[in-house]
T-cell receptor, first 115, second 111 residues
Framework: GAVVSQHPSRVICKSGTSVKIECRSLDFQATTMFWYRQFPKQSLMLMATSNEGSKATYEQGVEKDKFLINHASLTLSTLTVTSAHPEDSSFYIC???????????FGPGTRLTVT | DAKTTQPPSMDCAEGRAANLPCNHSTISGNEYVYWYRQIHSQGPQYIIHGLKNNETNEMASLIITEDRKSSTLILPHATLRDTAVYYCIVRVQGGSEKLVFGKGTKLTVNP
């Protein structure tokens, strides 16, 4: 079964509003989680590293004030897309390493559509 | 982390072995080879990883050349459900846990 969940799976919002996406590790603790974005027919692009108890680390070119990340607990990280615009429409995926760094478990993804 | 090169697409007949190549000619001694796959509109799934020895699990086999400059992921009996994009990733174990995805290989298993 799934070990990393995301909520919601799909969301449609109006331009200018904010959207929060949750990522949960279901039966393990994750001090680190990762957020990716994927546009149609493209590969996953790492956006940021979410760190429990400290600030997120953002990849170059990702606006930290626009994509707010909060690692509230050892099983929950949230990504908030603030003042969303149509160009933010994408597939957002989170991941968390389990047991060790050998493998990571990915969430099922959240499809965001901004109208 | 070393760069990888994969063919953009491959086809395979159902029931036959699918052999997916990956070139990582600049790999260094402490870098592992990982394979993940992504079925359409889902999150990626871990398949297998290795350092220098060949590895096998319930999903696939990983063959790494002796010079470690390339590897092949083998799905021994491909099914339609194996149609996905397969990503070969090279990274240092114990370093940053983040994964950097290339473009991968789109494998289509045909009936």
């Amino acid at each position: 079964g799934a070990v990393v969940s995301q909520h919601p799976s799909r969301v449609i919002c109006k331009s200018g509003t904010s959207v929060k996406i949750e990522c949960r590790s279901l039966d393990f603790q994750a001090t680190t989680m990762f957020w990716y974005r994927q546009f149609p027919k493209q590969s996953l692009m790492l956006m940021a590293t979410s760190n429990e108890g400290s600030k997120a680390t953002y990849e170059q070119g990702v606006e930290k004030d626009k994509f707010l990340i909060n690692h509230a607990s050892l099983t929950l990280s949230t990504l908030t897309v603030t003042s969303a615009h149509p160009e933010d429409s994408s597939f957002y995926i989170c991941s968390a390493p389990r047991y060790s760094a050998y493998e990571q478990y990915f969430g099922p993804g959240t499809r965001l559509t901004v109208t | 982390d070393a760069k990888t090169t994969q063919p953009p697409s491959m086809d395979c007949a159902e029931g036959r072995a699918a052999n997916l190549p990956c070139n990582h000619s600049t790999i260094s001694g402490n870098e592992y080879v990982y394979w993940y796959r992504q079925i359409h509109s889902q999150g990626p799934q871990y398949i297998i990883h290795g350092l220098k020895n060949n590895e096998t699990n319930e999903m696939a086999s990983l063959i790494i050349t002796e010079d470690r400059k390339s590897s092949t992921l083998i799905l021994p009996h491909a099914t339609l459900r194996d149609t996905a994009v397969y990503y070969c990733i090279v990274r240092v174990q114990g370093g940053s846990e983040k994964l950097v995805f290339g473009k991968g290989t789109k494998l289509t298993v045909n009936p």
